[in-house]
Structure formats: structure tokens, C-alpha cells
């Protein structure tokens, strides 16, 4: 697993041990950026939370390619060491808070850029973005992409869908708020 553009191009990530977390594969990190770079233009500037953030590869991603900041929501032990220690190897800006991504506190001001790679099959992305809505983590110009076992319905309440993508056995849904 690897950085796949922008500051630190090439660099390699560590993941956490065993398979309680599933990286972000670099071929769906790709298509997810190139999807996002369409749409956005630049990553430059952009607040950016990375729920489900496991070895924190997505918000990293962002990072190099410009964003200013990420908050990265991530609740198991080895994931947590591993983002931790991914964040020092890049000197990387962000802030990690060890929780339940389906229980978030509040925002002080919504994100720009939602990235959310939960277990799949659960309900846990909607569940999270459910709580990302009420507590004010998605503002009106927010884009959040949510990624998923190809074929999974989403369905949020304030949140439409703008694209949904199949990668394999992996599916991505870019949302918008309504």
C-alpha cells in the first residue's frame, strides 16, 4: 500500500496487523481520487475527515494531494498504531480521534470531504453518516464518498447519490447533500 500521488508520491503505508481492518486498495484509491479530482478540481485547502480511517490511507491521500486538513475517526487498537505511526512517517498535519465513527461529537464547522471505508456489509457507513449529518460534519457543499461491497444499497435520508461506481468487488458511492 502506497501514497499514489501528489507531496508524497511512492511513500509506503503500514497497515495493521491481522484482518480486523481491510485497506483501501491502491486501484480503488485511484479511481476514487480521479472521480474526486473530476469533480472538485483540486484538492487544495479542503478540510477532510477520514471515518472508518483504519491505516489512514484515503485521508493521507488527500493530504499530499493539498488538503489542508484531516480528522481521521478510527476505534481499533492496531488501526490506531498504524495510522499513528503512518501520520509521524509523512510528518503529515492531523488530528486522530480514537472513537466510533457511528458516534461522532460535533463539528465545529462541517467538512468539505467525507472519505468513509466501513466494514462491509453492516449498515455502518449510513449509520455513521446518519450521525455526520445530525452533528454537523456535512454541510450543504460537502461531497462524501462512501465505499462498500459492489451491489450494496445506500440509502440516507439527506444525502443523494451523484455517481456509484464498481471496482471489482468493491463499489463506490460519491454522495451530495439534498
Known amino acids: 500500500m502506497r501514497i499514489i500521488a501528489g507531496e508524497w508520491r511512492g511513500r509506503k503505508l503500514e497497515a495493521p496487523p491481522g484482518d480486523a481492518t481491510r485497506p483501501t486498495a491502491d486501484r480503488v484509491r485511484e479511481t476514487l481520487f480521479s ?4 469533480r472538485l478540481g483540486s484538492f487544495e485547502g479542503l478540510r ?3 471515518l472508518f480511517a483504519g491505516s489512514g490511507a484515503l485521508g493521507l491521500e488527500a493530504l499530499s494531494r493539498g488538503a489542508a486538513h484531516c480528522t481521521f ?3 481499533d487498537r492496531d488501526a490506531l498504531a498504524a495510522l499513528k505511526a503512518n501520520i509521524a512517517r509523512l510528518g503529515a498535519q492531523g488530528e486522530v480521534q480514537p472513537r466510533d465513527a457511528a458516534a461522532l461529537g460535533p463539528a465545529p464547522s462541517p467538512f468539505d470531504l467525507l472519505l468513509l471505508d466501513p466494514p462491509y456489509a453492516k449498515g455502518l457507513g449510513e ?5 455526520a449529518l445530525e452533528r454537523g460534519w456535512i454541510g450543504p457543499a460537502s461531497w462524501i464518498s462512501l465505499e462498500t461491497a459492489r451491489g450494496e444499497d445506500i440509502a440516507v435520508e439527506g444525502l443523494a447519490a451523484e455517481t456509484v461506481r ?6 463506490i458511492t460519491l454522495l451530495r447533500p439534498i
Not at 35 to 38: D, F, G, N, R
Not at 127 to 131: C, S, V
Not at 166 to 171: A, C, F, N, V
Open 35 to 38: 472521480m474526486l479530482a473530476s
Open 127 to 131: 449509520q455513521a453518516l446518519r450521525e
Open 166 to 171: 464498481g471496482i471489482g468487488k468493491t463499489q
Open 73 to 75: 475517526v478510527e476505534r
Open 48 to 50: 477532510v475527515a477520514d
